[in-house]
């Protein structure tokens, strides 16, 4: 085990993480009984609501295995805790995965490659902690006037406004991605891996228009195959 790795995973950020844990918890079970409590102003049964619980609970198992898989990804590199608060937090396990490689390109450096010390995993935490609080803070303050942003950046035109978000979104993970496809030379193993990854998201969502469970396993079966292909190759 690293030594900075001791850190990651000392009780003391195991303690953060149950905090931070059992705010959300807290949070979950308030608004749950708030949606039982004025079921009635909008004219649902309590059978109704438990019907909703049980469905969203089915329906969390899919984006809740991505999590898993990308879990393991971060538990080797930044440690236990701070992957399971991060992902119990955000739930988003690309955007946790590229903030935290992000925070480790600052120094020049992969997630975990060599000369990846205490100093570079603090800066892939609070990279993961900046992008998260800025959602938080334009969630606040632009909220109220998010429509009328919408309705200036789109002309009116909703259809405008969504190529405008994935064009940008395209842009930032084409940008992410494209230094692993560039070590194809010198690094062949981790080049398709990517490439792997890559191609297989790509099936997962054109398929995903039949087979709709695929919107939620896509990533975690694009990860394995990564991981196949990387392991496969660098042998």
């Known amino acids: 085990m690293k030594d900075y790795l001791v850190i990651a995973n000392s009780w003391q950020v195991w303690l953060c993480a149950f905090i931070c844990i059992g705010t959300i918890a807290v949070q979950a079970i308030g608004f749950a009984r708030l949606c039982y409590k004025n079921a009635k102003l909008v004219g649902l049964t309590k059978e109704q609501c438990n019907k909703s619980f049980q469905c969203g609970m089915v329906t969390a198992i899919g984006p809740s295995l991505s999590c898993f898989i990308g ?23 690309p955007t946790e995965l590229t903030a935290a490689a992000t925070g480790a390109a600052a120094y020049g450096l992969e ?14 935490w609070m990279t993961m902690a900046l992008n998260g609080c800025g959602w938080l803070v334009v969630v606040l303050l632009l909220t109220p006037s998010m429509d009328k ?18 064009t940008a979104s395209i842009g930032l993970f084409a940008f992410m991605a494209t230094q692993y496809y560039m070590l194809l030379p010198k690094v062949p193993a981790t080049a398709w891996a990517a ?11 054109k398929l995903s228009n039949k087979a709709v469970w695929l919107k939620e396993y896509g990533l975690g ?3 394995v ?11």
């Open 195 to 205: 490439i792997a990854g890559t191609v297989v998201m790509i099936v997962c969502a």
């Open 225 to 235: 195959a990564g991981i196949v292909v990387g392991a496969i190759l660098d042998k």
């Open 111 to 124: 997630m975990g490659a060599e000369g990846y010390n205490i100093e570079v995993m603090a800066n892939s």
């Open 221 to 223: 079966i694009a990860i």
């Open 71 to 93: 879990a393991i990804s971060m538990i080797t590199v930044v440690g236990g805790p701070l992957a399971w608060m991060r992902l119990a937090m955000i739930g988003a396990a």
């Open 149 to 166: 942003m919408r309705t200036k950046m789109g002309g009116g035109d909703e259809k405008w406004l969504g190529l405008i978000t994935a």
